[in-house]
Every structure is written in C-alpha cells, then in structure tokens.
C-alpha cells in the first residue's frame, strides 16, 4: 500500500525585491525558497495514515524542480517519508501546473499509489489546478479542498469534507484510488526531530528524467504552457496613507483613530 | 461571431452571488454580436432562471442532471458536452471552492487557453488578456493566449459588480441526467456555533495573524484588544493552531465583518481569502514589518513596523 505526496517548492519575495528587466518575472536573487504550507498538511495526513494503519504504508514525496528542490524533499523524509523523488530536465522550466500535473501523471503511472495527495494550491503563484488536473490525466476520482478524511489504507472509497466558502463543509465518498487535494487545517503538521534530520541527510534521492516519464522536451516547459505571461508588474499600493516614525509616533496616531472611532 | 459562455453556480438551492459577477465580466469583454450563454447545472437547474435572466444575457441553458449539487465529475461530463457542441471562444467560471475541483480537468483535456483567478481581462487587438496575481499577490501578471480558439477562466469573486437589471434571454433545457460519477455526496455540515461573539455583528475588530509567531504571544493582544474597545479577531493559521476559536476567522473560509466600521490588522499579509472577510470595511489600520505586505493595498492607514514594539506603545496610549 501506497500513497503519493506531490510537494512543490515554492518561491517567497524578499522585502525588496525587483522584477527583471525583461519584465517576465521577479528577478532571481530576490527570490526566498520553501516548501509549500500546504504539503506540511498533506504529507501530515500521509504520516497520519501510515501511522495508524496495521498494514504497512510508505510514503513516497515527489516534486518537480531543479537541484535546490532537493532541501525541501529533505525536509519531507526527515518528517518521516520514506522515499523522495525530483523529477527535472531543464526543459521543464516554464512549465504550468497542467503541465506539471502531466508530470505527475506519469509517476503515478510507475509507481502506482493507491491514493495520491497535493495542496489545494501553492502559496506563491496560487493556481489551485495541479491536482486536479493530475487527476484529470490519470482519470481517477478526485475531491478538492479537502479539510477532513476518513481513508482506510486499500480500501475502495473515502470520506473527505470538502470546506466550501463561509465555513460550511460538505462530506463526500469518493472512490479510490483517488486525487485529493488537502486544505490548510486539516491536522497539526509535526517537526522534523533531530534523529530524523540526520536519517534524512543519508537517504538517496531518486531522480527522474524527462524519458522516464516516456515525454518529450515539446511537451514541457514554457511553450506548451496553457498561458503565455506577457507582463509582470508591481501594482500600485492603493489609498493607504503611511504613518511614519518612531513606533511611539506610530502607535500614537493608531490611538488617536482608535479613539476617534469611539467617539473620544 | 463568437460564443461566450458563463457557467452559474449554486449551493442548497440558492443561486451563489458570484454567478452574477461572472455575468457581469462576461458583458464587460463581450464584443458586438457576441453572444452570450449562461449554463446552469443540477438537478433543479430551472429554478434559476429568474435569478439569471438579467441583461445582456442572450440564453441560458438548462442543464437537467441527476444530482441536486456539485459533482466534480457530473459537472466535468456537462461542461465537456457544452462546449463541444456551442464551440465558445470564452469559458468564464467563478474561482470557487465548486470549481477548485474539476475546472483543471476541463482545461487538460480540451488543451484551452487557461487561468484561473484572474481579476481584470481586456481584449488588446483580438489578443484576450487576462491579469491575475502572483508571488502572494505582490504582483500582477497579464497573460494571454497564443494560438487558443478557445480559452477558460475562473474569476476572482468581488471584482466584477453583479448586474441587477432584468433581460429576457431564451431558454432552453438539456437533460444529462443519465450521467453518473464515482462521488457520491453525503451531507452538508453547518459551521461550529460562535463560542461567545458573533464576530459578523461587531463594529470594531483588532485582528491578529501570523505576526505574532507564537501561541504565547496571543494574551497581549487579546488584552489590548480589550483595552481598545475591541474584539479580537485572526486569520486562518491563528484558528487553525486552535490558538483563536475558528468563529474569529475572518475570511473566505470563516467570517465576513459585515458590521465592522474600524479593523486594525495586526501581523496579516493579505492574503485573498482573508480579505475576501474584511476588504469592505470603511477604516482599515495594517501594521506589518513587510512595506510590499499586500494588505496595505486596501488599508486606509498603514503602519510598516513590528507589531509588538507597536503593542507596547500603544497600551500606554490606551491606558
Ligand atoms: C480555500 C481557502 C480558504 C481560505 N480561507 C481563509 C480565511 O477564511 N481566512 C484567512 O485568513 N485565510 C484563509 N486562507 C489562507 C490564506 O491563503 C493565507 O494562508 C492566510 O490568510 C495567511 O494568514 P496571515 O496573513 O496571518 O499569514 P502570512 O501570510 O504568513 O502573513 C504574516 C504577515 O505577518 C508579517 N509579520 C511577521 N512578523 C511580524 C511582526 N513582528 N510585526 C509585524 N508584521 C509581522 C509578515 O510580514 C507577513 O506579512 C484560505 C486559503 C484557501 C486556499
Ligand atoms: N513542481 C511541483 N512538483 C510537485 N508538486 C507540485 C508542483 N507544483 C505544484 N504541485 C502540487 O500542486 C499543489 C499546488 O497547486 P498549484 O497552486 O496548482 O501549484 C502543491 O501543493 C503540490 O501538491
């Protein structure tokens, strides 16, 4: 028994920050590298599940992306996974998250999982649609924005409660194998233990090319991106007038709105 | 001539505003002789045709299935049915929950043109372009759509404003009901009860996000809160580490502050979801160390600065 978490890297900005001078993007040294929140919850629930089963579970975690991604699957097998895989070829830069999906796709196929797990969305660039359609090139059931589940390792269907806006959720059975994509909240993400960093530092990790995936250099990568970015820009910052100096200044304006508002 | 087409969405028998909205982006790139099409989809789809017949709307379809809400799969079949046979150039969605979970299928399958939260969309020649966010929403980015004839959007909610005024499309309906999915829904499951406030009818709320770093942190600002005046509230980490109550979630997934007139945000970058709670309120007050923290795109006052040196000043103010 298996269960597949797909883990990407994602990029912060660093407080200054500039976009490059061809305007496609943010400007690479400005660029601060985590892992995504959501993959501490899904790669939780995988722990969880393995951890609780009485037949015996591993966990595989697999992320697209190039050398530096290697830390963050580090960070996954010292929180316990069993196995981490980064799939690259440089001519996957560019690529969207249908794409990446696809990639997925493919590992799926290979390694087989009976139940695969990927954020609702990444925090960067938030497109909420690798899972998905992840699910969509394998075929299998799939459930987003999962905030609860109940799974038996093997067994044929799961109960997931789906969070809809304003704090209703709806429970749904989906048969598996499925694709499910985990919302923040669904359990308490652990640490990693010391031990289990130094577990993770000698454990390999396997690395896939584009032709074990049985795909091409023209499927991947920017051109057969579904969308093409013309213009990255720093909108602009609104009607906020700044408070400016020292924290007492500061906090001495914020007390005057306040009482202001109360009528003061 | 080209086809738009707007997919509506509903929940428990009650169209979800955001259909409107869709509609409403819809006519704003709707070019002379387009048409546009609204498909609705459920098993009681016709109830919502008064609700959708509003102007510029030039038909809606009727979508008959066997289930009474979403399914991903029953939803994926339809969709995939419509636009094989209306050929559009424009698919427009809500960027909802609903269609977190099939709308990627659809865009994998048919290879279309695809973004999904995107907050403004133009024509620049015959080229669409669509703008959404990215990097947390510190920048923009305009997109378009090389060599797509067909192209499928979801959009951002509280962007577009809904149209009210009345038309009077034509109807048609389609039965799919033969349709079947390997989900099967179970029941609706309400939001835990508020454990003491019902944070939607205050008027003034000091909320807390992950600024504060720690658990322990939290009693200071619920103190200060209180000598303040007001009711502390916090973004989704804050209620999901069971630090706050999940009834003082502000956001998409937990509370809209309908009544709330001052909201002085503490530690909160901005994300959407917690703006899609708060971003109407008149007087918004951001304090956060980050000057390009997006939540000082909708704040009226902004405080770039560390929310405890803050706090400890403030409190003498206040005492
Ligand atoms: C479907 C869905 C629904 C969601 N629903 C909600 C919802 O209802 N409500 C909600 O809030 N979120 C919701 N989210 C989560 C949302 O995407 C963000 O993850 C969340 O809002 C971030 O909370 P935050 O701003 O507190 O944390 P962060 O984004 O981590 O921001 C922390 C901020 O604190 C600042 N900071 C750090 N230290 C200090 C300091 N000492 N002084 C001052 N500033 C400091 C940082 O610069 C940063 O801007 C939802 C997400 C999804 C996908
Ligand atoms: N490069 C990648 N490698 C592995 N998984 C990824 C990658 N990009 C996105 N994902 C998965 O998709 C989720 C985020 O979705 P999205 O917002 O579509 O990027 C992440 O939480 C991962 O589970």
Redesign the interface.
Known sequence: MKILVAVKEV???D?D?E?RDDRLD?DEDFLLYDLNEWDDFSLEEAMQIKESADIDVEVVVVSVGPDRVEESLRKCLAKGADRAIRVWDDAMEGS???TI??MLAAVVEKEKPDMVFAG??S???????????L???LNW?????VAGLEYQPGSSTA?A???????????????CPAVL?IQ??IN?PRYASLRGIKQAAAKPIEEWSLDQLGMTTDEVGSAAA??????????????????GGT??E??????E??KE??GE | MKSILAIAEHRRGVLRPISLEVIAAAQDVKQAGDKLIVAVIGEQADSFVSDLSVAGVDEIIVVKTACAEFDPEIHEAVLTSLMDSLDPSLVLLPHSVDSLGFVATLARKGNYGFATDVFAMKYDGDALVATRAGYNEKVHVELDFPGKDCVLLTLRSSVFKAVEEAGSPTVSIRDMSDLGSRSRNLEFIEPAGADDVDITGVDFIMSIGRGIAEEANVEQFRELAEMAGATLCCSRPIADSGWLPKSRQVGQSGKVVGSCKLYVAMGISGSIQHMAGMKHVPNIVAVNTDPNASIFTIAQYGIVGDIFEIEEELRSYLE
């Open positions: 990029a912060a900005l407080e920050f976009i943010v969207d998250a249908v999906g696809r609702v969305q925090s960067d660039n938030a497109d909420a649609a690798t899972g998905i359609s699910a969509a090139q059931p799939h459930a987003a924005v109960k409660t789906r969070e809809l806006e304003g704090g209703l959720s709806q429970q749904v059975e989906v048969g994509t923040l909240g308490s579904l969308a093409h970015v013309r213009r990255m820009y720093i909108p602009e910052k609104g009607m906020a007038t700044m408070i924290p007492a500061q906090a001495a304006k914020l007390a709105i306040i508002f109360r």
